[in-house]
């Protein structure tokens, strides 16, 4: 996503690009902090997959592990910059933005889920999940996305896919042996989603 890249300035800030499909999820259009730029591409990647039934139907094929990659970019950010007023867990995030309206508006046409706040709170719970775990996901995820993109492209480099998909085996094969990796944990329901 060339909007919201996924590093830090030299400044040690977001790089996110303030265009108008970011801006329309900051109060105001206008993010006046760094949690609210993260909070914002968050929302934005929600309404992307899950704003109305049509969406949920079309782009996200009524995949729900979809939340599951969105959880895994909202930690890795967040573990970029430590920006979590000082816990290890998403529990401010989920507090400060996550309870507000704009999580918990209805999903025009979807029953099953209410909200944004409903498909996050029916996968996780957040408030228990380590950042710090749950951001090494970001790395085989990111190899996943390549893959399928260079595999996807209209002259497919297989070669390029093949290193790809050893370095994913070998990410997840590191993460598989982790010791957070328990039974019913959110830890072990992400790795079984990226399997």
């Known amino acids: 996503m060339t909007n919201l890249p996924d590093q830090l300035d030299n400044n ?21 902090n760094e949690l609210e730029k993260v909070n914002a591409g968050c929302l934005y990647f929600f309404n992307t997959f899950f704003k109305n039934s049509d969406l949920f139907q079309s782009v996200a094929k009524s ?8 959880i895994i970019w909202l930690s890795y950010m967040l573990n970029l910059k430590g920006n979590n007023n000082g816990t290890s867990n998403l529990t401010y995030f989920y507090t400060t933005n996550i309870n507000n309206d704009k999580y918990t508006n209805s999903i025009t046409g979807v029953d099953a889920y209410s909200s944004y706040k409903d498909l996050i709170d029916k996968r996780h719970d957040l408030k228990k999940m ?18 399928y993109s260079t595999f996807g492209e209209s002259t497919s480099n297989c070669t390029k896919c ?3 998909a050893n370095q994913f085996v070998e990410k997840y094969k590191e993460l598989n042996g982790d010791s957070s990796n328990t039974e019913g944990t959110s830890y072990n329901k992400i790795l079984s989603t990226l399997s």
């Open 12 to 32: 040690g800030k977001y790089q996110f690009k303030e265009d108008i499909h970011f801006k329309e999820y900051c109060s105001g259009n206008n993010c006046s």
């Open 63 to 70: 995949n729900i592990n979809i939340v599951d990659y969105i």
């Open 130 to 147: 380590d950042i710090k775990d749950i951001s090494k996901f970001y790395a085989p995820f990111k190899l996943l996305c390549e893959m």
């Open 162 to 164: 093949s290193e790809k």
